[in-house]
């Protein structure tokens, strides 16, 4: 039940042929167009929401890392974190992944219907305007003429936003538009994170079956010479055998290791949607004997507080924060009393039973002000649910930034211990092939026997492998602090629906955020 008051101030016949002038508005017109001024000069705008309370620490609580070639990592730091590893094909892999990823054409989507919605709930705080046109011959009395009438012209009508609730639901139509932005920016950064990741598994697959491939065919060379042996009758038969199954299941591994490479480039082929050609041409520039390209470390000194503004999700999230704050000030005005303005402006001409009159005629008003008085408690349910909404907003973004936080610590306690135990690995590979060659020169020299140099090979390419599988956990740690960090990544095409964001490791101020305000 709503309880309205309506005033208008129309004309209802059009002027004769003699009154066809410019005349002014009668005096009660002109106050009532004063009133809807100066009701609307009263209507405060509102006020932006401000960036809601965040759980963030003062510094990172993991030992950052240091540039390893500062003029190389620039490019890393101004957010081009894929260039680091100086890889030529990286670049092309995460190209391919974004032209051909399903997410891309989703995220662009929801982006357009979230402009077009802001759009509408933008237009409901403007006047509508409609024109409209009629043509009427009818006779109202009976035994009179009939009457002729046909008037064109235009109605308008406006909805006062005296207590904020349409600019309410237009700035939250807005942070919605903001949020699916930064969704489709945080779809790109985890395309090509995943892009990264293939390509650099692939590459150290390939790498680990080669080093499989080559122990496979030393424990086979090891496993003839231990038959050689035993059918000379120098070795035991135990011993024979025992070297057979070890270059068996050497042989056996080293294939398991090939089709899980298979599967990977197949992983890959699915992301990129490459040819086989394609595909084929970029696996066979992979140099299995080269490392695995380390990325050029840039030196991080981004705090906890950047993340609020580098990370699109969390752009997201406090996006829909203002969006829930803006339906909550929404809610609250529609309890509120509403105030709608409508006039009309025609031309008509009315001919029959002895009248030819012609001219405008228009009409201001009515100025309908009307107030909820019982709806069976709807409006004040409506106003709790908002209120709800916007807690679980709220709770949803602190979560988010908590693991925003987590995720950076995790990704940058494992390159911590990466470099740390790459250190040993590297000393370790360097100290078995050391051992590998002194044997070698012991077996040209008559002093060390066959199996004594397999032996020594086998420890080798094992050391080797383990290297290779720390180097590949290093690299991905570095596309995970990337992602993390909120690095960006632009396609050649910069057709993104997604806005530029700041560069991963840009200084930001740490000042602490502000709560948003309970009120409307």
Do not use: K
Not at 3 to 15: E, F, K, M, N, V
Not at 50 to 60: F, K, N, T
């Amino acid at each position: 039940m709503n309880s309205a008051l309506s005033i208008s101030s129309r004309r209802l016949a059009p002027a004769t042929r003699g009154d066809l002038h410019h005349r002014r508005l009668p005096f009660r017109s002109r106050a009532l167009a004063g009133a809807a001024a100066l009701l609307l000069a009263g209507c405060a705008s509102l006020p932006a929401p401000e960036r809601p309370v965040a759980p963030l620490p003062a510094a990172w609580a993991t030992p950052t890392p240091v540039a390893t070639a500062p003029a190389a990592s620039t490019q890393a730091a101004d957010g081009a974190w894929w260039l680091a590893f100086e890889d030529p094909v990286l670049p092309e892999v995460l190209e391919a992944a974004w032209r051909a990823s399903p997410d891309r054409e989703v995220a662009r989507a929801r982006v357009a219907q979230a402009r077009a919605a802001a759009v509408a709930a933008g237009a409901a705080g403007l006047p509508r305007l409609d024109a409209s046109g009629q043509i009427l011959r009818q006779r109202a009395v009976p035994d009179t003429p009939a009457q002729s009438s046909l008037a064109l012209g235009v109605q308008a009508s406006w909805e006062l936003d005296l207590f904020g609730g349409v600019g309410a639901a237009a700035q939250a139509a807005s942070s919605r538009l903001q949020a699916s932005e930064a969704e489709a920016h945080a779809v790109r950064q985890a395309v090509a994170a995943e892009a990264a990741t293939q390509w650099l598994s692939l590459r150290a697959c390939r790498a680990l079956a080669a080093q499989a491939q080559a122990d496979a065919e030393s424990r086979a060379a090891s496993a003839r010479l231990t038959a050689l042996t035993a059918s000379a009758g120098l070795g035991a038969p135990a011993d024979a055998a025992l070297a057979r199954a070890a270059a068996a299941q050497a042989q056996a591994s080293a294939r398991a290791q090939a089709a899980q490479c298979d599967s990977s480039a197949q992983a890959l082929q699915a992301l990129t949607a490459w040819p086989t050609a394609t595909l084929r041409e970029r696996s066979a520039s992979i140099d299995v004997h080269a490392p695995l390209p380390a990325p050029r470390m840039a030196s991080m000194n981004t705090l906890p507080a950047a993340l609020l503004s580098q990370r699109p999700d969390l752009r997201a999230r406090e996006a829909e924060v203002r969006a829930a704050a803006g339906d909550r000030s929404s809610a609250q005005a529609a309890q509120r009393p509403r105030i709608m303005l409508s006039g009309s402006l025609s031309t008509a001409r009315v001919q029959g039973a002895g009248l030819d009159a012609r001219g405008p005629v228009w009409s201001l008003g009515p100025l309908q002000v009307s107030l909820p008085l019982f709806d069976g408690g709807a409006l004040s349910a409506q106003a709790d649910a908002s209120r709800a909404a916007y807690d679980a907003a709220v709770a949803r973004y602190q979560a988010a930034v908590r693991q925003a936080v987590a995720e950076v610590e995790q990704a940058l306690l494992a390159l911590d211990s990466t470099a740390a135990r790459e250190g040993d690995a590297r000393v370790a590979v360097e100290g078995f092939a050391e051992r590998l060659r002194a044997t070698e020169a012991r077996v040209r020299g008559g002093l060390a026997s066959g199996f004594e140099l397999e032996d020594a090979r086998q420890t080798a390419f094992a050391a080797q492998g383990a290297l290779t599988s720390l180097q590949l956990e290093r690299a991905l740690a570095w596309v995970n602090l990337a992602r993390a960090l909120g690095g960006d990544w632009q396609p050649r095409d910069a057709a993104t629906p997604a806005a530029t964001t700041p560069a991963a490791t840009t200084p930001v101020s740490a000042s602490a955020p502000r709560p948003v305000p309970s009120g409307s």
